[in-house]
């Protein structure tokens, strides 16, 4: 008999985490395991990528109202959501004042949970799973809304960078069997903030087919929106726009880089809340002929192919699924000094390490733009390295023995 499995993420929007999740069910053997998906909302880019085998569960009303505007919350009459949720944002700024923290308040997701979840209806209730699997934090839904003998947490955040009440979010995490962090550098973050939970704590990486990134990436053509301009060094990132990835100092790091001489297009792929914030400092720099916002893109693969080096300029990172994702395209790699970056890739043998500070991002891009013989080495070392991981799911496995 199958073991059944269930998986739940809020949805499947452009994200790494997102990415991750689709490499996952495509790495699971579906002759000895049945998948169960629930996806709090439908729809998203990476939507149609669930593998046919997936048994997808209906989409329930109201956790939809979870990702909702309050205005849309209050439209569809869901006012005990729109009072926890507002309650709840109220907490997470009260601790946050309280703490006198200078990290990103990541709090605000645990109350936001703590006060909706038991306003949910459970999830498939009938049936007890052998494994649940929380992709994304936190687990209050996991833990309270599906019944299953064994349950683990996702860990794809570096706690190093957030503030969180630890005392106040413990008996959540507690609550899972197991909780999988995606590096040893997230795993070795989390355990500091939470150092009871070390002997729970293994580490299962972002899954990742490089049969199926370098097939998407022959998909299209992308030549008209990559200028193909000879002498153009064409710069390419991807990423939700948010704090974590620093696009919106992208415009001042690449006026430097035009500024010591070097002809250059930065284009981002990605979408989110910092959108303003980037075109305002476009036009600050006056860079808009330099950095060219490419939007969402369901499939950025033949975008990163088209491009000579795949910038990664994040103040913080879990493990960003995109930098394997260009180093499986063959493409030179940099990344700023993040907390995790060691944990991303061997400094000068598949891609490098720069400063995150504008001046020395802008020093270590133009350095590596330059040396043209340290690019093409790292080339041949990508392409001497198997970056396939889809042994990976064999952890999953184990945990179900």
């Not at 590096?183 to 973050?189: G, I, Q, R």
């Not at 891609?351 to 013989?373: Q, R, T, V, Y």
């Amino acid at each position: 008999m199958k073991k059944r499995i269930f998986i739940t993420t809020q949805y499947l929007e452009i994200g790494g985490i997102e990415r991750s999740l689709i490499g996952l069910l495509n790495a699971i053997d579906y002759s000895l395991y049945e998948v169960d998906l629930f996806l709090y909302r439908h729809g998203g880019e990476f939507f149609s990528m669930i593998p046919r085998e997936v048994n997808l569960l209906p989409e329930a009303k109201k956790y939809t109202m979870l990702l909702s505007p309050l205005t849309v919350v209050l439209k569809n009459g869901y006012i005990d959501i729109l009072l926890a949720r507002v309650y709840a944002k109220w907490k997470a700024d009260r601790y946050y004042r309280r703490s006198k923290s200078t990290k990103e308040n990541f709090s605000v997701f645990h109350y936001i949970s703590k006060y909706t979840t038991p306003l949910l209806p459970e999830i498939n209730p009938d049936t007890e799973y052998d494994l649940a699997i929380g992709f994304i934090s936190p687990f209050h839904i996991l833990r309270d809304k599906v019944k299953a003998r064994k349950k683990i947490g996702w860990i794809h955040t570096d706690f190093s960078t957030l503030e969180v009440n630890s005392i106040e979010e413990q008996p959540v995490w507690a609550a899972c069997d197991y909780l999988s962090a995606v590096s040893d550098s997230v795993k070795t973050a989390f355990t500091k903030a939470f150092p009871s939970l070390l002997d729970r704590i293994i580490v299962i990486e972002n899954i990742l087919s490089p049969a199926f990134v370098r097939d998407q990436a022959l998909k299209e053509d992308v030549s008209s929106e990559i200028s193909d301009d000879k002498g153009v060094v064409k710069l390419c990132s991807v990423g939700r726009f948010s704090k974590a990835k620093n696009f919106d100092n992208v415009p001042f790091i690449c006026k430097k880089l035009v500024e010591a001489g070097l002809n250059v297009r930065w284009y981002i792929i990605g979408y989110g809340g910092d959108e303003a914030l980037i075109r305002k400092n476009i036009e600050s720099a006056g860079m808009g002929k330099n950095v060219i916002l490419l939007g969402m893109k369901r499939n950025p693969y033949p975008y990163m192919r088209a491009c000579d080096i795949y910038v990664q300029p994040s103040r913080y990172e879990g493990k960003a699924v995109t930098v394997r994702e260009a180093q499986i395209l063959y493409k030179p790699v940099v990344i700023t000094n993040f907390p995790t970056a060691q944990s991303q890739l061997t400094d000068g043998v598949d891609g490098i390490i720069i400063p995150m500070d504008n001046d020395g991002a802008a020093k270590g891009l133009s350095d590596f733009i330059k040396n043209e013989e340290l690019q093409s080495q790292i080339m041949i070392n990508l392409h001497d390295h198997d970056y396939g991981n889809e042994t990976e799911v064999e952890k999953i496995y184990n945990l179900l023995k």
